[in-house]
Structure formats: structure tokens, C-alpha cells
Nanobody
Framework: VQLQASGGGLVQAGGSLRLSCKAS????????MAWFRQAPGKEREYVAG????????NYGDSIQGRFTISRDNAKNTVYLQMDSLKPEDTAVYYC??????????????WGQGTLVTVSS
């Protein structure tokens, strides 16, 4: 599985962005999908995850209801809708595919990352 993340960019605080991660291959629906982020000088952080058929999601503690993860298995794509963005959300965002859901899962495949910059 190859993952291609897109949708990052520069946005003002309080604004919104939607990230997309498109997967190649025919087995997309068999994977749980997740978004992570890594800011300069910081450890990688779990942002959100969604199970195979989209019926279960979870989020990192710092998200506080501002982001929504979703997926469209017909399009082999997972999305991250980010609202009420804050400067501390600035990071490179990565999508990942794995067998299970959660921040401590050993994900099998990773996308290349897309940069999100939130100005104050």
C-alpha cells in the first residue's frame, strides 16, 4: 500500500483545512487508518484514527473536538477535517495504515507527510 497525503498549507488561526490521504491498492478497507503529526523539535503525536469500515474513531488528547477523521473506502481515501486551528497545530501531518487502531500500534505503511502551518 502506498499513501499520498495532501491538503496542507498556510492558514490563519481559527481557520480550517482538510487533509486527504489517498491509498493505492485494493485492500484499503482492510486497514485501520490514522493521522499523526510532528512539529519541529517534538515527538510524533497521534492525532486521530478510524477503523476499517469507519464505524469507530478516536482522537489524541490535544485535539479536543476540533478535528474530524473520516474515510471513503470507495475512493481509497481518508480525510482529516481540521477546524479552529491554533498555531500549536503547526506540524507535518502523516497518514498511516495498520491492522489496528491506536497511538501505540505498529503501523505498516506511512505517507510522505504534508505541512500545515497556522499563523497567529
Amino acid at each position: 500500500v502506498q499513501l499520498q497525503a495532501s491538503g496542507g498549507g498556510l492558514v490563519q488561526a481559527g481557520g480550517s483545512l482538510r487533509l486527504s490521504c489517498k491509498a493505492s491498492g485494493r485492500t484499503f478497507s482492510s486497514y485501520a487508518m490514522a493521522w499523526f503529526r510532528q512539529a519541529p523539535g517534538k515527538e510524533r503525536e497521534y492525532v486521530a484514527g478510524i477503523y476499517r469500515n469507519g464505524d469507530f474513531t478516536n482522537y489524541g488528547d490535544s485535539i479536543q473536538g476540533r478535528f474530524t477523521i473520516s474515510r471513503d473506502n470507495a475512493k481509497n481515501t481518508v480525510y482529516l477535517q481540521m477546524d479552529s486551528l491554533k498555531p500549536e497545530d503547526t506540524a507535518v501531518y502523516y497518514c498511516a495504515a495498520g491492522p489496528l487502531l491506536g497511538k501505540n500500534v505498529d503501523y505498516d505503511f506511512w505517507g510522505q507527510g504534508t505541512l500545515v502551518t497556522v499563523s497567529s
